[in-house]
């Protein structure tokens, strides 16, 4: 059974949720930062660092949502012709041609494809033509549900910490209209999680950042110490200033601090936090202060982690590719290059087979 039919399915969003979402999903970042403001349905909507590419001019949603009946009626299903379409429209522009496609069919694309397609290819495909927001909303509310070690934790981290202050109010939205309670009620309410690292959590999912570029080097230096004084401290846990800085501060300012950090102690405040073998708490913090400040690198481990070892973990895989194609992916490809000394591209096309790796390679993007 695959991934997309054996999880707690989202419920199809009708029109209104479609059109609701899409035009509240914003990727925010200057040059140089991880994040765009890209909303457009044309190439202009396409991030800088994005890595999918996009037609322009672009046919019409109706034209695309034709297409799409077109590869899906009859005996076969023209799979690439999928690809080929959805892989290369952006997320406003994959909304207004699902609108097209129920207008058209009376019926959801989603549903479709889930019937289409089958396998991670199904999967990757479901979860890209998505409207973003619920997209992780469903990714979230999975990742609630499930035990084992720490890389499930990594979905709320980066929806909390790697996307815009917009984006995460936009999936608390998605996530009440999907589910009967709120992000904030299931992630306080899991059972799988323990304070203080269920605390954090919480204040994650909660936040709303200050957006701006406005940095105090005196609450810096501050606030550097206070981190400090926190992690430094072996065997005894993080305290409650280390959660208030990293779920508070803006991205900008956190930055800031961390520079301090180094500066003032002569290492970066993540290498210190490995040190502190099996606690929890410090090894989400430290995914945390990486995807609210360098996301690249925390997202180049993800997919390189999917990937090395036994087997693939491709549900990993696909949310890293999916979730950055069309923010930040190209940056992520550098990060990769440096730290392993390969490819994205190379690696993907080493580990997977078939449709599932023409649409990640798609995502991915030239090298």
Excluded at 279 to 295: I, Y
């Amino acid at each position: 059974m695959c991934w997309w039919c054996c999880c707690h399915s989202i419920p199809p969003l009708n029109l209104l949720l479609f059109r609701h979402f899409s035009h509240s999903i914003s990727f925010s970042a200057a040059a140089g930062e991880e994040e765009e403001e890209a909303a457009a349905s044309d190439t202009r909507g396409v991030a800088p660092m994005a890595s999918i590419s996009v037609p322009n001019p672009s046919p019409s949603s109706t034209e695309d949502a034709e297409n799409i009946r077109k590869a899906v009626q009859g005996w076969g299903t023209d799979e690439k012709a999928l690809i080929e379409i959805l892989g290369h429209r952006t997320a406003a522009q994959r909304a207004e041609i699902a609108i097209a496609y129920e207008g058209l069919y009376d019926e959801t694309l989603l549903d479709r494809l889930h019937s289409e397609l089958s396998g991670y290819f199904r999967s990757a495909m479901m979860l890209w033509t998505m409207d973003p927001a619920a997209r992780d909303a469903k990714l979230v509310n999975k990742a609630l549900r499930k035990k084992g070690d720490l890389r499930h934790l990594w979905v709320l981290v980066e929806v909390a910490c790697a996307s815009s202050p917009d984006h995460l109010v936009a999936v608390r939205k998605a996530y009440r209209s999907a589910y009967t309670s709120s992000l904030e009620e299931d992630v306080a309410s899991c059972s799988h999680l323990k304070d203080p690292l269920r605390q954090f959590l919480v204040r994650l999912v909660s936040s709303y950042r200050y957006a701006g570029e406005q940095v105090s080097d005196d609450l810096a230096g501050e606030e550097a110490a206070g981190l400090h004084s926190a992690v430094v401290s072996e065997g005894q846990p993080l305290h409650g200033d280390v959660v208030r800085i990293v779920s508070s501060r803006s991205k900008p300012q956190l930055r800031a601090t961390l520079e301090r950090y180094r500066q003032e102690h002569g290492k970066a405040i993540d290498e210190v936090l490995d040190g502190r073998r099996g606690d929890h708490l410090a090894a989400v913090l430290k995914a945390a202060l990486w995807c609210l400040t360098s996301p690249e690198k925390h997202f180049a481990g993800v997919i390189r982690t999917s990937i090395v070892g036994l087997g693939t973990d491709e549900e990993s895989l696909t949310r890293a590719i999916v979730s950055r194609a069309e923010v930040d992916m190209n940056k992520v490809k550098e990060e990769y290059k440096l730290r392993y000394s390969t490819t994205v591209t190379a690696d993907v096309r080493g580990d997977t087979s078939g449709y599932y790796m023409d649409i990640l390679r798609t995502l991915v993007g030239p090298e």
